[in-house]
Nanobody, 115 residues
Framework: QVQLVESGGGLVQAGGSLRLSCAAS????????MGWFRQAPGKQRELVGT???????VYADSVKGRFTIPRDDAKNTISLQMNSLKPEDTAVYYC?????????WGKGTLVTVSS
């Protein structure tokens, strides 16, 4: 089992920056990849970016050049650095981890970008 806890959400103006963090605990040695998803009101959950262990991070086209996903395997943490935020980035952001063929989710943290 892997437990994920997100932090860092909040309200920010368009053009601003925000950093989310996710701490993993439990069977962290089994984690193959970690990443972030988001779900806007009335929409399906979508990929923001994923960072496989030992691999290259992949980003959704909508966030390329604005968001980065630093990963610290020694601390079992992953972050989401969001710059140049837009109102359409408003969503609940979820941390995700893939381990042993299973997908684990945090409870999510709300990010609201005002225009």
């Amino acid at each position: 089992q892997v437990q994920l806890v997100e932090s860092g959400g909040g309200l920010v103006q368009a053009g601003g920056s925000l950093r989310l963090s996710c701490a993993a605990s439990g069977s962290v040695f089994r984690i193959k990849s970690m990443g972030w998803f988001r779900q806007a009101p009335g929409k399906q959950r979508e990929l923001v970016g994923t960072a496989p262990r030992g691999g290259s991070t992949v980003y959704a086209d909508s966030v390329k050049g604005r968001f980065t996903i630093p990963r610290d395997d020694a601390k079992n943490t992953i972050s989401l650095q969001m710059n140049s935020l837009k109102p359409e980035d408003t969503a609940v952001y979820y941390c995700n981890a893939g381990a042993n063929g299973m997908s684990y989710w945090g409870k999510g943290t709300l990010v609201t970008v005002s225009s």
